[in-house]
């Protein structure tokens, strides 16, 4: 059974437009919550993360919200960028030091 | 600093021969994790070490898969005898202090 589910395999948003990754998760103990960007040929990265005593957290262009009641987050991405074209992962953890992934979104940003 | 480095990047071989990956961590960071990334499943966790011992392998799927990590700078996973379903991009990640990892490049096997 998968805790951490992204259920839009991809998604399609036109440049300079808001991209919206969402993900839901089924654990309540997760307390950590993270979103990591792969390109192909290459390992996932760090983009943005956010503790469950938060409802938001911004970073530039990236924002990641928090809604706890609902198991649900989302990654914005504003304005979007050809560079923004990738994987997306969404991730949660709790005191234990392992995070798990969910299957990923493929993000196009369309000239 | 080089990061996690994985070797072979790529390693293809017929089924029933056995299989090593590679992966040094971040020196400095004291957990270590193995993770396979397929269409179907995504990125899959399959054991984790914590100052070089094995905290939860719950994600390895079967005896065919074994993982050492016998000092803090090296780490093997190991398929045998290894299958065309097996097929499938490995990574390794390091955990320092913070949260979040560092992942390396990965690892793309094809077994035929």
């Known amino acids: 059974d998968q805790q951490v589910k992204q259920n839009s395999p991809s998604l399609s948003v036109q440049e300079g437009r808001i991209s919206i990754l969402n993900c839901d998760y089924t654990?309540?103990?997760?307390?950590?919550f993270l979103w990591y960007k792969k390109y192909p040929a290459e390992g996932p990265t760090f983009l943005i993360s956010i503790s469950s005593i938060k409802d938001k957290n911004e970073d530039g262009r990236f924002t990641v919200f928090l809604n706890k009641s609902a198991k649900h987050l989302s990654l914005h991405i504003v304005p979007s960028q050809p560079g923004d074209s990738a994987v997306y992962f969404c991730?949660?953890?709790?005191?234990?030091?392992?995070?798990?992934f969910g299957k990923g979104t493929r993000l196009h940003i369309l000239p | 600093d080089a990061g996690v480095i994985q070797s072979p990047r790529h390693e293809v071989t017929e089924m029933g021969q056995e299989v090593t990956l590679r992966c040094k961590p971040i020196s400095g960071h004291n957990s270590l994790f193995w993770y396979r990334q397929t269409m179907m499943r995504g990125l899959e966790l399959l054991i984790y070490?914590?100052?070089?011992?094995?905290?939860?392998d719950s994600g390895m799927p079967e005896d065919r898969f074994s993982a050492k990590m016998p000092n803090a700078s090296f780490s093997t996973l190991k398929i045998q005898p290894s299958e065309p379903r097996d097929s499938a991009v490995y990574f390794c990640?390091?955990?320092?202090?913070?949260?979040?990892?560092?992942f390396g490049s990965g690892t793309r096997l094809t077994v035929v």
């Open positions: 654990n309540s103990m997760f307390d950590y």
């Open positions: 991730a949660a953890s709790s005191r234990d030091d392992k995070i798990i």
């Open positions: 070490f914590n100052n070089n011992v094995p905290i939860d």
């Open positions: 990640a390091s955990k320092g202090f913070y949260y979040g990892y560092t």
